[in-house]
């Protein structure tokens, strides 16, 4: 039974509506099963007034409106099926059958997670990205846990973190740093942390959450989402660290291990934005930036136990670096890296392929769906010419594609023709001896397939976007 988004969430409750009851009846917490003592001692961190505040966390987790949120969410946000093959649509019938089982588990303590289903997908600057992709009922447990910690963790954060927090944005990370090179800051310390996800050591960002959360329980099944199995071409591998990218609670336990560094930096009264594990540091000269990353990389390797990527790291002017996407100029400006713009170009490439054997329309939209977004992202941009060179280069793509579309040349002086082509300049193009990219760039092609013609058809105009996107 299926469960599609449009339905909202008025017929979940009712897949946790003895929730409620049960915890009435039963709120002691006591007779976990399995109870690890590291949790014990690193709960016993918590400073008290925070322990009466939570020691009694599962029972939050488990209540019938942070549930059916957890639900709703786990089913619109879809995604690919764990180790065991279920899916989202099976989540329903799933729970109609297990969910007496499940909560008890979660409120004695007794809940295990399943093994993730290990993943790698390549990173757009090389190498390839682990992913862990947990079973649908472990991501429904983790976003019950992670809707009870974040209003009680995420308010500690530092103001110069932006990365998976609510309210905050990649956007408002590059307007700060482009307030700091404006103040004169503009070298920058950029630090790359290597496979961080993968090197998260457990026990010290264990410690980190038992500062502010007493419930063993809870500890406990965090931990063992920590720990569980990497399932990979067959072969279930232990953890012994690292949190891998894809279940619902990394992005806060990652801001949870790195608020140590935001706290350090915050001490020594650096200005730097952090957007997870891309931390950028700005100061006024090439010396205090060669110390602050000695200093700051003996921090994160012997606190944290993490390890700097010396050959990625570095201290240089910040247009000579990327930060999400963009290039700090020296006055402070925002615009697109050169490696975004590439980066774009491909992806279009890949679009407007003209071996692809789609329709003209259908191309055109999935290059819109592309375009929409890329330019949603870039509208920081203060150098709009990136938009109309982009624009006049997507429309020759385009003019390619529907000139190889035509296929014998009686075709495309028919086109041409159509267009409003004199007879002689469309015959005089085609037998230039010209190949589709040139051709496309002929006289003929042009005003056959003007820019007019394009807005006709809906292509997004980057440029024009860019403008509506801008602060009145």
Known sequence: MGVKRQQGRSDQPSL????????????SGEGVAGAGMSEESQA?????????????????????????????RVVSNKGKPGIDGMTVDDLSPWL??????????????????????????PKPGGGERQLGIPTVVDRLVQQSILQVLTPLIDPTFSESSYGFRPGRSAHQALLKAKEYVAEGRDIVVDLDLEKFFDRVNHDILMSRLARRVADKRLLRIVRR???????????CVDRREGTPQGG????????????????????RGHRFCRYADDCNIYV???EAGLRVMASVTRFLEARLKLRVNRQKSAVARVEERKFLGYRLLSDGKLTVSPKSL???????????????????????????????????????????????????????????????????????????RRQGVALRDAWDAVLSGKRWWRLSRTQAASKAMPN?????????????????????
């Open 342 to 416: 590439e980066r774009a170009k491909a992806r279009i490439r890949e679009i407007t392929s003209r071996n692809r054997g789609i329709s003209f329309a259908q191309m055109i939209d999935e290059l819109n769906s592309f375009l929409r977004g890329w330019g949603a992202y870039f509208r920081l941009s203060d150098w709009k010419t990136t938009f109309t060179d982009l624009d006049g280069w997507i429309r020759r793509k385009l003019r390619c594609v529907r000139l190889k579309q035509c296929k014998r040349y009686r075709t495309i002086v028919k086109f041409f």
């Open 452 to 472: 007019n013609w394009f807005e006709r058809l809906g292509l997004v105009n980057l440029f024009r976007q860019h403008e509506r996107l801008q602060p009145v």
């Open 225 to 235: 989402f920590l720990e569980a199995g990497l399932m990979q071409d067959g072969v």
């Open 44 to 72: 016993s961190a918590a400073s008290e007034p925070a322990r009466a505040l939570t020691d009694r966390l599962m029972e939050e987790v488990c209540r019938l409106s942070n549930l059916s949120e957890a639900y709703y």
């Open 96 to 121: 109609g059958e297990h969910r007496q089982t499940l909560v008890s588990s979660l409120l004695d303590g007794s809940y295990r997670p399943s093994p993730v289903l290990g993943v790698k997908i």
């Open 16 to 27: 946790f509506e003895w929730v409620e009851t049960d915890l009435r009846h039963d709120t």
């Open 284 to 286: 006024r000269s090439e």
């Open 248 to 267: 619902p609670l990394s992005p806060l336990l990652a801001n949870l291990l790195l608020d140590d560094l935001d706290k350090e930096l915050e001490h």
